[in-house]
């Protein structure tokens, strides 16, 4: 066995291709990329066993940044694709990469069956809310009275929570984190890649040309502590500058609310403890809307189970336990048979 001596160990810039990064002059998929490029080196991914496979829109172009395998595939399909390679060869590390448009519009059906499934890959979300690579179009996550070349009155369709719709599916591990947070997000990526299953991740990112500051009431420095709450799990989920704040469990509602830690009587102990393998807490958490609540970023939920490539193969052992290889032209000639003149 080969050890790798330090200096021998890749870097994040071993990950980055000579290919010019096309996207536009501050575009939060830069920092997204740079985030995935330092997790690759911090995990040490061997880049002949990794693979970035992506759909249609401004996302998408992520293999092309990546050096290791990379299958740029069609609208919305990624997710079916990925589905196939995993299912060909279950040794490599299949990663997914979307939009909000392709992976909830065109590609919602398929994004369904991969988390329901629970295929052992790592789908990630980016969302800025609208269609950028088609020049700003509303999308399913785009809030309502959103203005776009496609409602120029103002979107009246109510937006879907990727977070939401992730667990709904039965996603066993869901998870949030904010392109500009680049010391939170490899670790988000990381606890994706370590859950075995299907692991979804909804990265909040900003569209600096068609949806600028979609998410500066809770990403901008000046707001971020007091609306943004980081999960992390047997840890109380407190927030806010001073570390004053926290949210409680009100039983009788099935609800969150937020409490004042010092003040009319609440203390630490009030506050409810992250519990990542609490689905109903999951729901809570990513239900919680700016700005009477803060956004829930961090692993929101995960509970290991059986994964789909695992259970095929095993079906597939034991069919073929004690058979011997079949004779593939004894096959294509038994049964009815003709000649063509």
């Known amino acids: 066995?080969?050890?790798?001596?330090?200096?021998?160990?890749?870097?994040?810039?071993?990950?980055?291709?000579?290919?010019?990064?096309?996207?536009?002059?501050?575009?939060?998929?830069?920092?997204?990329?740079?985030?995935?490029?330092?997790?690759?080196?911090?995990?040490?991914?061997?880049?002949?066993?990794?693979?970035?496979?992506?759909?249609?829109?401004?996302?998408?172009?992520?293999?092309?940044?990546?050096?290791?395998?990379?299958?740029?595939?069609?609208?919305?399909?990624?997710?079916?694709?990925?589905?196939?390679?995993?299912?060909?060869?279950?040794?490599?590390?299949?990663?997914?990469?979307?939009?909000?448009?392709?992976?909830?519009?065109?590609?919602?059906?398929?994004?369904?069956?991969?988390?329901?499934?629970?295929?052992?890959?790592?789908?990630?979300?980016?969302?800025?809310?609208?269609?950028?690579?088609t020049k700003g179009q509303y999308s399913p996550t785009s809030k309502v009275g959103t203005r776009s070349p496609s409602t120029p009155m103002g979107s009246l369709d109510n937006p879907a929570s990727a977070t939401e719709f992730a667990l709904g599916c039965g996603a066993r591990f869901v998870a949030r984190g904010i392109d500009t947070k680049q010391k939170h997000l490899p670790e988000v990526f990381k606890r994706a890649r370590d859950h075995k299953g299907a692991s979804f991740v909804e990265v909040f990112q900003n569209c600096i040309v068609y949806n600028d500051g979609v998410y500066g009431h809770f990403t901008d420095k000046t707001v971020a502590d007091d609306q943004q709450i980081v999960c992390r799990h047997g840890e109380p989920l407190i927030f806010g500058k001073e570390s004053d704040k926290g949210l409680s469990f009100l039983p009788?509602?099935?609800?969150?609310?937020?409490?004042?830690?010092?003040?009319?009587?609440?203390?630490?102990?009030?506050?409810?403890?992250?519990?990542?393998?609490?689905?109903?807490?999951?729901?809570?958490?990513a239900s919680l809307k700016s700005p009477d609540f803060p956004t829930?970023?961090?692993?929101?939920?995960?509970?290991?189970?059986?994964?789909?490539?695992?259970?095929?193969?095993?079906?597939?052992?034991?069919?073929?336990?004690?058979?011997?290889?079949?004779?593939?032209?004894k096959i294509l000639q038994s049964g009815s048979t003709w000649a063509v003149d």
């Open 1 to 133: 066995m080969n050890v790798q001596s330090p200096k021998d160990k890749l870097q994040a810039k071993d990950y980055a291709t000579d290919q010019e990064v096309r996207w536009c002059p501050g575009c939060g998929d830069y920092a997204i990329v740079k985030a995935m490029q330092n997790t690759m080196a911090e995990i040490e991914a061997k880049p002949e066993n990794t693979v970035f496979i992506s759909g249609i829109g401004c996302a998408a172009r992520f293999p092309y940044y990546m050096a290791t395998y990379g299958f740029h595939t069609i609208h919305g399909r990624a997710a079916a694709i990925a589905t196939g390679t995993k299912l060909t060869n279950p040794d490599l590390d299949i990663w997914v990469i979307s939009g909000d448009g392709d992976a909830l519009s065109i590609g919602g059906n398929h994004l369904f069956h991969a988390l329901r499934r629970n295929i052992d890959l790592q789908y990630i979300l980016f969302n800025n809310e609208i269609y950028g690579l």
């Open 252 to 285: 009788e509602k099935l609800k969150l609310e937020v409490i004042d830690i010092g003040k009319d009587g609440k203390t630490i102990d009030d506050v409810l403890v992250h519990d990542e393998t609490n689905k109903l807490m999951a729901q809570l958490l």
């Open 296 to 329: 829930a970023i961090g692993v929101l939920y995960c509970e290991p189970g059986p994964t789909y490539d695992d259970e095929v193969k095993k079906q597939l052992e034991a069919e073929m336990d004690g058979k011997s290889d079949a004779d593939f032209n």
